[in-house]
């Protein structure tokens, strides 16, 4: 299915505040089980950038962690080590 690159671009950003996919679907009057559809592919343009969103969020909030955890934070710096085994069991 195609999808104008204006819708695209709303999912990602929608992705990026970490909303829902039902949700989504209702801000941008889509219907929800056409796009839980679209993202199930994973080949699709829209599901790449709601990957992407998703991704830049969390990107982020890892950083702040980071962050967080160099100043001493204690539940910083577990977080940021479940993070070192995620990337670890993922590579």
Avoid: C, H
């Avoid at 209702?26 to 829209?46: F, H, T, Y």
């Avoid at 934070?73 to 993922?90: E, F, G, H, N, R």
């Amino acid at each position: 299915m195609d999808f104008s690159d204006e819708l695209i671009q709303n999912v990602r950003e929608l992705a990026e505040a970490l909303t829902p996919v039902s949700d989504i679907a209702a801000l941008l009057d889509v219907d929800e089980s056409i796009l839980r559809e679209e993202l199930s592919n994973k080949l699709s343009p829209l599901r790449k950038a709601y990957d992407k969103g998703k991704a830049t969020t969390a990107l982020a909030l890892r950083k702040q962690e980071l962050e967080l955890a160099k100043v001493g934070s204690p539940l910083a710096v577990q977080l940021t080590a479940s993070y070192v085994k995620d990337m670890t069991i993922d590579e």
